[in-house]
């Protein structure tokens, strides 16, 4: 196991450019350069929330929209985590938190697995949130889920705000993925009757 839980992703194509840092035992520091404020937003949450360091330097083809923004550095980010995990020794694998943001409320359940997979229970609201459509949302976490190879249940309770929807799944998201991968001094090797994750 390495000391040092951190990697770094570079993807360049045709539509967004994008280079990543993160570290999974850090500070909840972040450095968040992105074409699509209500993200840059989003991601300063995931970090800070989630005890994590996270540096994004992104461009991207947002004069047409946002969407190859988001959704590669969702790749990007799921990247980072899947190899920043290593070979997973001694984590605690899941995690599951709820969150309450004013009138909203959002669970996220995570089992680090190597089984990708996106469940997504409930409504988020309005389709836009200033000039970000919400949209976005699933799709970031979608391909999030994917590449970090992490089985992803998100589910929203209610909310009337979508704002403070999209925050609370954010901040539950955070939690639950610092949860997951967690050292637990406890457990010798991975945490799974397989031998591997």
């Known amino acids: 196991m390495s000391d040092e839980r951190k990697a770094t992703v570079k993807r360049q194509t045709g539509e967004t450019n994008i280079e990543?840092?993160?570290?999974?035992?850090?500070?909840?520091?972040?450095?968040?350069?992105?074409?699509?404020?209500?993200?840059?937003?989003?991601?300063?949450?995931?970090?800070r929330h989630g005890q994590m360091d996270?540096?994004?330097q992104a461009s991207g083809d947002v004069e047409v929209d946002d969407h190859h923004t988001a959704e590669d550095i969702g790749i990007c980010l799921g990247q980072a985590v899947k190899e920043a995990l290593g070979d997973k020794q001694g984590i605690r694998r899941y995690g599951a938190v709820h969150i309450p943001m004013d009138d909203a409320l959002a669970q996220v359940v995570i089992d680090l697995g190597n089984r990708p997979h996106l469940e997504f229970r409930g409504e988020i609201g309005a389709a836009k949130v200033g000039t970000?459509?919400?949209?976005?949302?699933?799709?970031f976490l979608w391909k999030f889920a994917v590449e970090a190879r992490m089985n992803l249940h998100v589910i929203v309770h209610y909310g009337r705000n979508t704002h403070h929807v999209i925050e609370a799944i954010f901040k539950a998201l955070?939690?639950?993925?610092s949860e997951a991968a967690e050292i637990d001094p406890r457990v010798k090797g991975v945490p799974s009757t397989k031998g591997v994750l």
């Open 174 to 177: 955070a939690r639950a993925l």
């Open 54 to 56: 996270i540096r994004v």
């Open 20 to 47: 990543l840092d993160v570290q999974l035992d850090g500070s909840g520091q972040a450095d968040i350069q992105t074409p699509v404020p209500f993200l840059n937003h989003m991601l300063d949450l995931l970090a």
């Open 132 to 139: 970000f459509d919400t949209e976005l949302v699933y799709e």
